[in-house]
């Protein structure tokens, strides 16, 4: 009986039904002994700010074609990365200065290399693990969000002072410059904010009692009653009101953890015309001149999961809600910004529930159409693809933005109680999209160190293509500029499963590597069919 039920529980999780396209029973068994250079495993490739060298890309490369790994996705990090510490130097013999033209002719023999080795080159979009931002982001196209400052006054009387404004954002680092974890000395600092703001609304609304909502009607707008400077000149009605001075302003998150020369402020997700400037700042001249010496390794650019700043609005998010969802939210915006707090209510917890909802909604829909949706049009204009792991901190619809790419990724980790983060399973169910790929094996030190081999990755793995995922990118692999003389090499300070061409195990990967691509090559070859909806 008990064999029956898990049977049973496989068949709701895994069952699938043959691709629109019929693949003959000889053509399978082929593709399963020698499973095509699309479904083998691929690694995430770490290059350790400037420690990059031609011979370490070369023998990396080299390593990986051998022992079976289809492809690499590179990640530019910072020098050193026990992150949130680091250490404060940033010049060392033989550097090359990220995003300086030496750094982009050596990605350019990357590519080479790998276009020589039959290896898929992918890249993120960015320097560091997030997301989408760098030096060429200018001020105006920064992220943004909305901000507040507000007074209380009573009436009947006459206003006339001066609104504060929200305190300058100071982005997810903390400071008013760039992310503490830098650790820089003040001479090495260098200012990537921004004092992007403008003004969106000055509302009264009446004060309450506790556990009172706040009269729809009873909120009245002020905005021309308030000059360039901030000064608010208004005949305050009978009782009490709180005013409220309404912007969107800079939120100054940046690309992060990258190399100072290459952290710049993280883009407008509601501004086309910015996600076009993280584009060619980096990807876009990358694939340009690839193209330009016949080089068809490139297949990919990546933004990973979502670490680099929240967004709530735009300049003109007002407009767009009211063409979206058919009112004005203006009046509404202070419970929005609110929204954690108890007691903050406008007409009734009800109305005020289905605000947020129409607010969450507004945002997905400008994210998904502008930034996602804008990615996969300019990843279309240079036929590659768009891969991303939509996920993590923004108060947003994933499964919405990550439909937008035709390569939606999960993530899981070695050592925990298997969890796949992110719902690229089901936004492929939903969108009949064939492959899921995942950050795979990511550990924390007392789960790596050096000692994962095969036999303790194998679970996760298995366990990985049951919930839907079929197509891993190992993290990581660490380039290695060095020597085979210099063993066995770099890391990604603590994280990951170190995977490395000086492993006592690496000459011996291939039949893993083999498995894996077995694994993913028959799981790429149906569309799951999912026979209970949660």
């Known amino acids: 009986m008990g064999i029956i039920v898990l049977i049973s529980l496989c068949l709701i999780e895994c069952n699938y039904s043959p691709s629109a396209t019929t693949t003959s029973g000889e053509e399978l068994e082929r593709s399963f002994l020698n499973p095509p250079l699309t479904t083998r495993p691929g690694v995430l490739w770490q290059w350790m700010g400037g420690l990059i060298s031609r011979e370490g890309i070369t023998k990396d490369?080299?390593?990986?074609?051998?022992?079976?790994?289809?492809?690499?996705?590179?990640?530019?990090?910072?020098?050193?990365?026990?992150?949130?510490?680091?250490?404060?130097?940033?010049?060392?013999?033989?550097?090359?200065?990220?995003?300086?033209?030496?750094?982009?002719?050596?990605?350019?023999?990357?590519?080479?290399?790998?276009?020589?080795?039959?290896?898929?080159?992918?890249?993120?979009?960015?320097?560091?693990?997030s997301h989408a931002g760098g030096p060429w982001v200018t001020p105006d196209k920064g992220l943004k969000k909305l901000v507040s400052g507000e007074i209380e006054v009573k009436g009947p009387s006459h206003c006339n002072e001066i609104l504060p404004k929200a305190p300058r954002s100071a982005g997810i680092g903390g400071g008013n410059e760039i992310p503490s974890w830098f650790s820089l000395k003040d001479e090495q600092k260098k200012d990537v904010s921004s004092d992007f703001y403008k003004e969106i609304a000055v509302i009264a609304l009446p004060v309450v009692g506790d556990n009172m909502a706040i009269p729809p009607d009873g909120i009245i707008d002020i905005s021309p009653f308030m000059d360039a400077e901030g000064r608010l000149k208004w005949e305050v009605p009978e009782g009490s009101w709180k005013i409220v001075r309404l912007g969107v302003a800079a939120e100054n998150g940046v690309n992060h953890p990258a190399p100072l020369e290459a952290t710049g402020l993280e883009c407008d997700r509601m501004d086309q015309e910015a996600v076009q400037q993280v584009f060619d700042g980096m990807i876009g001249r990358i694939i340009g001149e690839a193209k330009a010496k016949g080089y068809t390794a490139f297949k990919a650019f990546e933004t990973d999961s979502y670490e680099g700043g929240f967004q709530d609005f735009s300049p003109d998010f007002q407009e767009q809600f009211l063409k979206r969802r058919g009112y004005d939210c203006t009046p509404w915006l202070p419970v929005w910004l609110n929204r954690h707090l108890p007691g903050s209510v406008i007409g009734s917890e009800d109305l005020t529930k289905r605000f947020i909802s129409d607010m969450t909604r507004t945002i997905s829909e400008l994210t998904a159409e502008r930034f996602n949706g804008e990615l996969q049009n300019l990843a279309d204009e240079n036929s590659v693809e768009w891969i991303t792991e939509p996920y993590f901190f923004l108060n947003v619809d994933w499964r919405m933005l990550g439909a937008e790419s035709n390569m939606p990724g999960s993530e899981f980790w070695v050592g925990k109680p298997f969890s796949m983060i992110g719902p690229a399973p089901d936004i492929a169910a939903l969108y009949g999209l064939q492959v899921v790929w995942a950050e795979s094996f990511t550990a924390e030190s007392f789960n790596s160190a050096w000692r994962n081999t095969p036999y303790e990755l194998k679970p996760w793995g298995d366990a990985a293509f049951s919930r839907g995922v079929n197509q891993l990118y190992m993290h990581g692999f660490v380039h290695n500029p060095f020597g085979d003389h210099i063993q066995p090499g770099l890391t990604m300070g603590y994280w990951g499963t170190q995977l490395n061409r000086h492993l006592t195990w690496w000459p011996y990967a291939a039949p893993w590597h083999r498995y894996l691509a077995r694994c993913q090559f028959m799981l790429q070859q149906g569309r799951p069919v999912n026979d209970v909806l949660v």
Do not use: H
């Open 61 to 129: 490369l080299e390593a990986m074609a051998e022992q079976g790994i289809g492809g690499v996705i590179v990640m530019q990090m910072p020098d050193q990365a026990p992150y949130p510490q680091r250490w404060d130097f940033r010049d060392y013999p033989g550097k090359i200065e990220v995003l300086s033209d030496e750094w982009y002719e050596i990605v350019n023999y990357a590519v080479g290399e790998a276009d020589r080795l039959n290896l898929t080159f992918s890249m993120f979009l960015c320097p560091g693990w």
